[in-house]
């Protein structure tokens, strides 16, 4: 099994930034990618970006490239999303998740229990 952990969130103000984590343990192994999702009150979950287990590849939607960066610390087995120039839009709660990745949720088979961002205008 794959536990992942996320940290980091808070109440920001339009134009800050954040860096979530995304703490990975457990049979490691099985992760090919970790991804980021995030839900808004009244939306659907929307996928943010996701990171390959080397973190030598990512990839991000064009709602948040450019200002959403994705790490990893390969010591650490953590992934971190650096999200700057934050808008109340971004306002969510995120989620990372595990497995073999790719741009929808079903891609993925082990899930945080989330971290809520909230920015303010």
């Known amino acids: 099994q794959v536990q992942v952990a996320e940290s980091g969130g808070g109440l920001v103000q339009t134009g800050d930034s954040l860096r979530l984590s995304c703490a990975a343990s457990?049979?490691?192994?099985?992760?090919?990618?970790v991804g980021w999702f995030r839900r808004a009150p009244g939306k659907e979950r929307e996928f943010v970006g996701f990171i390959n287990w080397g973190g030598t590849a990512t990839y991000y939607p064009d709602s948040v490239k450019g200002r959403f960066t994705l790490s990893k610390d390969n010591a650490k087995n953590t992934v971190f999303l650096q999200m700057n120039s934050l808008k109340p839009e971004d306002t969510a709660v995120y989620y990372c998740?595990?497995?073999?990745?790719?741009?929808?949720?079903?891609?993925?088979?082990?899930w945080g229990q989330g971290t809520q961002v909230t920015v303010s205008s």
């Open positions: 998740a595990a497995g073999r990745g790719g741009l929808t949720a079903r891609a993925y088979a082990y």
């Open positions: 457990g049979r490691t192994i099985a992760i090919d990618r």
